[in-house]
Structure formats: C-alpha cells, structure tokens
C-alpha cells in the first residue's frame, strides 16, 4: 500500500514565525503536491514536483515555499505565517509519465496560526 | 482554465437511501481525465475512480456508480443503498493533459447518512 505522511497532524504557530510541513511518501513516486484545503473552496494546489530539485507553483504559491531535495520528501514552507494560512493541509504523490495516475494523500495537517 | 463545480454542498439521507451526487466541469482540452476521491472524518482522501475523456461508459463498483456524459459536461455519482459508513466529504476533481500531471477539485459534497 502507498503510504503518504505528514509530520504533524495538528499545528498551532504564531503569526510571523517560519514554518515547516514535512510530507514524506514510500512508493518511489516521482510527482509530489501540497494543497490547502478550505470550506466550500474544495482542495487548491499551492505548489507540486516532477522530480527532485524541481518545483512548480500551483494557483496559489504566494506566501509559500517548497523544498525537494530527496526524492520521498517535500516540504512546505511559510516563510512569515500569517492568520490567513490558517487552513488544513494536504500532500500527495502519483507516479510520473505522461498517464494521469491517481493521486495518494496524507491524513493532512491542520494549521492555526495565531 | 479548468472548473469543477458540485453544486451540492451537503446531502443528508436517511440508512438505505440512493443518493447522487453532481459534478459538472468544464475544460478546453479534449484529453482529460475525471476523478472522485472520498475524504472520511479522518480526513485521508480516499481514490475512488478515474475516467479518461475518451470513455463514456459508466461504470459500477459494489453500491458505487458513475455516469459520465460529455453532452453535459457531467461526472456523477450514486451510492446505492447508503451506509452509515458511507457518511464523507466527496470531491470530482478534473486533471486535463495541456496541465501535466495537476488536478482541480470541486468544492466538494459533504453526505450524511442517517441511521
């Protein structure tokens, strides 16, 4: 079984301290992705990875950063969390090529940022 | 740019009732690919189909059916016979090939299933 994980289930920070999300997958995947996810918004992409060391914004990447450096991790980073980030939020993998494979999540982190 | 828009957003029915749950997209592309992922109280999105721009045939897993319609420009969803269990947030999501490998969710259908 795919097995995504995420470093923490519930986070609570304070506005402007630097943050970090850590999502690791198992299944040797190539494709990583972070989303927030909002009420009655759906899942919105932040930022994703074809590969390590490459990254590419997604529709909302302003106030974000991300970090490929080995294949299984992708991290998430907020520079200066501010209260608007406030959200819970999602990692995936999928395996790469030019098929549409499915998508495999995390069990997400719910951030408040205070 | 793509959309998907499920205009539910909470449907409440009692233990044994069909519910269906709607889905309509919209894209440029002609390759493109459909999706439904299930997300639990735990909160773990669960896959639970992909269908290609290119098959209309509707499909039926156990309770669980889709009817796609490119007419309408629709992916929708029955469970049959619903279950306590079957109690989720449910999200169609679109991933069109001009986009690579990315996916764009619907606002998702929160279902309660009553017992």
């Known amino acids: 079984d795919v097995k995504v994980t995420q470093s923490s289930r519930y986070l609570v920070k304070r506005t402007g301290e630097k943050v970090f999300l850590e999502c690791v997958q198992d299944?040797?995947?190539?494709?990583m992705f972070w989303y927030r996810q909002d009420p009655g918004l759906g899942l919105r992409l932040i930022y994703f990875?074809?590969?390590?060391?490459?990254?590419e914004k997604g529709d909302i990447p302003e106030g974000y950063s991300v970090s490929r450096e080995k294949k299984e991790r992708f991290s998430l980073i907020l520079e200066s969390a501010s209260t608007n980030q406030t959200s819970m939020y999602l990692c995936?993998?999928?395996?790469?090529?030019?098929?549409?494979?499915?998508?495999?999540f995390g069990p997400g982190t719910r951030l408040t940022v205070t | 740019a793509q959309k998907v828009t499920q205009a539910q957003t909470e449907i409440s029915v009692v233990e044994k009732e069909d519910v269906t749950l709607d889905c309509v997209y919209e894209?440029?592309?002609?390759?493109?690919?459909l999706f439904w992922y299930k997300q639990p109280p735990s909160g773990e999105l669960v896959f639970l189909i992909r269908?290609?721009?290119?098959?209309?045939q509707n499909e039926i897993s156990g309770r669980y059916s889709w009817n796609f319609q490119k007419s309408t420009s629709s992916f929708n969803f029955t469970i049959t016979a619903s279950q306590v269990v079957d109690s989720a947030v449910y999200f169609c999501?679109?991933?069109?090939?001009?986009?690579?490998?990315?996916?764009?969710f619907g606002g998702g259908t929160r279902v309660l299933v009553k017992p």
């Open positions: 995936a993998s999928s395996s790469g090529g030019t098929a549409f494979y499915e998508q495999y």
């Open positions: 299944m040797d995947h190539e494709n």
């Open positions: 990875s074809y590969d390590v060391k490459m990254k």
């Open positions: 999501a679109l991933a069109v090939k001009a986009a690579g490998n990315k996916l764009t």
């Open positions: 894209t440029r592309d002609t390759t493109y690919y």
């Open positions: 269908r290609n721009s290119f098959d209309e």
